[in-house]
């Protein structure tokens, strides 16, 4: 068994604490995983991609071209630029919804793009994509919109797009995270958890 993972987004939205619960929770399963960050200016807003690998047997961190199983989107562009981890075979991307603008976009001075010419020109990289605005629904909840990650999280782990079992997700979430904020990060991964039985955003499928 591999299970293979991009986790992208923008500095500030949580890209390496995912990837630490995640990382964690597979260890608890007693799989062998790996991690790996690629990021440039992510302390000023730009971009940062982790990978994350688990199963029987993992030999390298690095997810290869069209080899996802699950990309994690915290940044709609952001799951743009990860497109070529895509496989239409075997990927799924999950993207939050809400835009929070990369550094890049002011430097470049460049257009951000439409939800719409994002799903399209993620239809020859997948056949599924879900679209949910995790950031929306946790600030309804917090009024802080920090904790879309874990919601996404939970989200996943409700529609079994990641094969890691709720208890070790909870353990990972345990371990990634200071003692402060465990109690507050698993009710948000639960919200998230829940959110499997209402209609909270849009399954694409090309």
Not at 91 to 107: A, E, G, K
Not at 161 to 189: C, H, Q, T, V, W
Request: charged share 25%.
């Amino acid at each position: 068994m591999e299970f293979n993972i991009i986790i992208t987004g923008i500095g500030g939205q949580g890209v390496l604490t995912l990837t630490n619960i995640i990382t964690w929770s597979a260890l608890k399963e007693g799989l062998d995983a790996k991690a790996s960050e690629l990021h440039g200016l992510a302390q000023r807003g730009g971009a940062i991609a982790c990978h994350v690998r688990f199963g029987d047997k993992i030999y390298s961190p690095l997810v290869l071209e069209g080899k996802a199983d699950l990309v994690f989107a915290l940044e709609p562009l952001e799951a743009l630029r990860s497109c070529y981890f895509g496989s239409k075979k075997r990927t799924v991307f999950l993207v939050n919804s809400h835009r929070s603008v990369p550094s890049s976009i002011f430097i470049a001075k460049e257009e951000y793009p439409s939800l719409s010419y994002v799903l399209d020109s993620l239809k020859p990289f997948s056949n599924k994509v879900i679209l949910i605005d995790a950031s929306e629904m946790v600030k309804k909840a917090t009024g802080d919109i920090i904790m879309a990650n874990i919601y996404m999280l939970g989200y996943a782990c409700a529609k079994k797009l990641i094969p890691l079992k709720r208890e070790s997700i909870l353990d990972g979430i345990k371990e990634a995270m200071p003692e402060r904020y465990i109690e507050l990060n698993r009710k948000i991964f639960d919200l998230g958890f829940k959110a499997n039985d209402v209609t909270i955003g849009d399954e694409v499928e090309f």
